[in-house]
């Protein structure tokens, strides 16, 4: 028995479920995927907005799921929830770009502005204190330097 080659899916929300129309405008324009370079300017407030929408929709897109909801909501689940990762990336480099601000010039800084290496870097003594000398050092160092020879030949 020859089965029938598979018809070519939809790529409209509407054509893939032919009950339910299109899409709401708001939640079409949200599919598109959030950038990155277009989160970096906005607000610490307008990002936590942007976020607790995209949260909001997610839960929606959830019970959805559960309720046989249709193809094109299950698949907008994941570039929800990667907008969302995109949001929170954006907002914490915000953050830590205005504590480094703040703790610039500082003697202390929290541990999570310090830069990282590895321990025994972190725990190695500094150059200025590996070349310091003894109050006996110096004056021995003073007082029988360094004999200079000259060689002839």
């Given at each position: ?104 010039g500082k003697k ?46």
């Open positions: 028995l020859a089965q029938a080659p598979p018809t070519p899916r939809p790529l409209d929300a509407s054509a893939a479920d032919p009950g339910r129309g299109p899409l709401s405008p708001g939640l079409e324009a949200a599919m598109v995927r959030v950038k990155a370079y277009e989160l970096r300017s906005k607000t610490s407030k307008e990002l936590l907005k942007e976020l607790d929408e995209m949260k909001g929709e997610l839960s929606q897109l959830r019970v959805a799921k559960v309720s046989g909801g249709a193809a094109s909501k299950l698949a907008k689940i994941k570039v929800v929830r990667k907008s969302i990762a995109r949001i929170l990336t954006v907002y914490h480099q915000k953050q830590k770009a205005e504590a480094r601000k703040q703790y610039k202390y800084q929290p541990l999570d502005l310090r830069p990282k290496k590895t321990r025994k870097i972190r725990r190695s003594l500094t150059t200025e204190q590996k070349f310091m000398k003894t109050p006996k050092q110096k004056t021995k160092s003073s007082n029988f330097p360094m004999r200079r020879f000259a060689v002839t030949m």
